[in-house]
Each structure stands twice: as C-alpha cells, then as structure tokens.
C-alpha cells in the first residue's frame, strides 16, 4: 500500500472514531438539556458526584467569558495541528498511542466547538462536588485525559528520534500496522 493511501486510510479511521466520539458528547449533552435543565441536582454519589446543568460561555474554570472568536481560532488551530500530525505520523505501531491521542484531542475540541457554534456556548453538566471541581461534559474529559496522555507520551515514552522520524524522515513508513 502506497504512502498517501496509508494516510488516507489512517485519516479515514481517525475520521470515524472522532465521528463516534463526538456522538457520544453530543449526546449526552442532549440528554444534560432534556434531563437537566431548569431542574434540580442529581446526585449519582452524595457528597460526591453531581449531575448539574451549566451552560458556559468560556473555557475550564470560567475563564474568558464570552470570547467565542478567540476558541473558534484556537480550534481551527489545532485542528491543523492535529491534521498534520496525522500525515506526518509514521505508519508504524510505536506512533499508535500518540495518534490516539491526537484522535481524542480532536474529538474534544469539535465537541466544544459545535455547542459554541450552535449554542454560543457549552453545556456541562458533570459535577465533582466533593472537591468542588469545575462542572464539565464528556469533551472535556477527552480534551483532560488526551492532554495527560500526550504529556506523558511527550516527557516519558517518546525520544528526540521519533520527533526526528515525525517530522523529517520519511525512509520508516514501511512498518504498516
């Protein structure tokens, strides 16, 4: 199979699981403004664990209220980024974890990307009352654990090599999955 099939490919199934992905945000957030909306807490575990309904109009932990033009280039932006690693990524099983990971972040930024579009701003409803954490939806537990993963793929899993296969070298794209 020839390289840019290769990617195409990689980019077809990157393309499919983002779609599921952001069903399921999508989704539950319906079922947030349908189930919550207008009404009370429910509490999964007391003391502990919250649905609650929050529309927000800026990023984790109210910050930049209303500053919708600033998450739509942000977003845009990424999705570049994210594009072009999916091409430039050898096709081989080392680079698997860091693709995923690019799969994930993908999905959680479209998903808040389509509530602020639609909406001008993002349904959350996933509330950690025990510690008093932000309320927030399923994108952002995809944008939170993705951004964990590649750090640690960043800090311990990869070498300057691989970033030097990622980014200049070619010659290894032959180790399919």
């Not at 959680?108 to 509330?127: E, P």
Request: aromatic share 16%.
């Amino acid at each position: 199979m020839g390289l840019k099939k290769k990617n195409w490919a990689y980019i077809g199934i990157a393309i499919l699981a983002i779609t599921l992905l952001l069903g399921l945000d999508q989704w539950t957030k319906h079922q947030a403004v349908i189930h919550l909306k207008n009404q009370s807490n429910i509490a999964l575990i007391e003391g502990v664990l919250e649905l609650q309904y929050l529309e927000n109009r800026g990023a984790a932990f109210g910050v930049l209220q209303n500053q919708q033009w600033l998450f739509v280039i942000l977003t845009f932006v990424f999705l570049a980024v994210a594009f072009y690693v999916f091409w430039k990524l050898p096709k081989a099983h080392h680079f698997l974890p860091i693709y995923w990971v690019f799969v994930v972040l993908a999905a959680g930024a479209v998903g808040n990307f389509i509530d602020r579009i639609t909406q001008k701003y993002v349904v959350d409803f996933i509330y950690f009352k025990l510690i008093n954490f932000p309320i927030f939806n399923v994108a952002d537990i995809y944008l939170t654990l993705s951004t964990a993963a590649l750090f640690i793929l960043i800090l311990f899993i990869y070498k300057d090599t691989d970033y030097d296969l990622i980014f200049h070298k070619r010659e290894t794209d032959n180790d399919g999955i």
